[in-house]
């Protein structure tokens, strides 16, 4: 794959960033509630990548567009939890203030919004870690490989490594995006009784 173009890290760093920097000196109350939930998610993000950064470094250096110079598997998990996680965290935060301050109910307590988020990522971290768990031991058992151009890319130690890494992402996805909806729900319901 391509190399990913420096400046685009760069440049959502910066614009997540100040964005989160006038959520702090702006009192918008919705607009904490999606700063929260960003920050929420890129440290959840960044978190589960140190572990599987380790685990197969090639998921971010072959399997996505390697940014330049970064191959050090702290740098990775902290790189890649904050591409990959911003935009969940925004578009998360986006239905929970609207579940938290839209319409004519008093709004949520900010304690109800924690909760749900803790409990959004409680989940989140444990189906990501029995996927992991499973599809490393599947791996092994089925005698997994992986084809070209993975199978030259990708030392073949870590080729199921990198299955398992690939299928634990799409588990936290798919975990976040359905588990992030109950969440908002559940802020909405708390917040109509």
Known sequence: MEPLETWRVWA???????????????????????????????????????????????????AHNPIPG??????LGLA????????????????MAAAARAGSAPPAPARDIVRALAGLFAVVGTVSAMACVGNLRHADLLGVSVGEPWATAVPPDRHRALVAVANTHFATYTTAALGGGIACAWVGRRRNQ
């Open 12 to 62: 959502q760093l910066a614009v997540v960033g100040a964005a989160l920097v006038v959520a702090l000196v702006r009192p918008l109350p919705a607009l904490r509630v999606v700063a929260a939930c960003v920050a929420a998610m890129v440290a959840y993000g960044a978190a589960q990548d140190q572990f599987t950064a380790r685990l197969c470094p090639e998921y971010f250096t072959v």
């Open 70 to 75: 970064v191959t050090d598997p702290t740098l």
């Open 80 to 95: 890649w939890g904050f591409l990959g996680g911003w935009w969940g965290g925004l578009f998360l935060g986006l239905g």
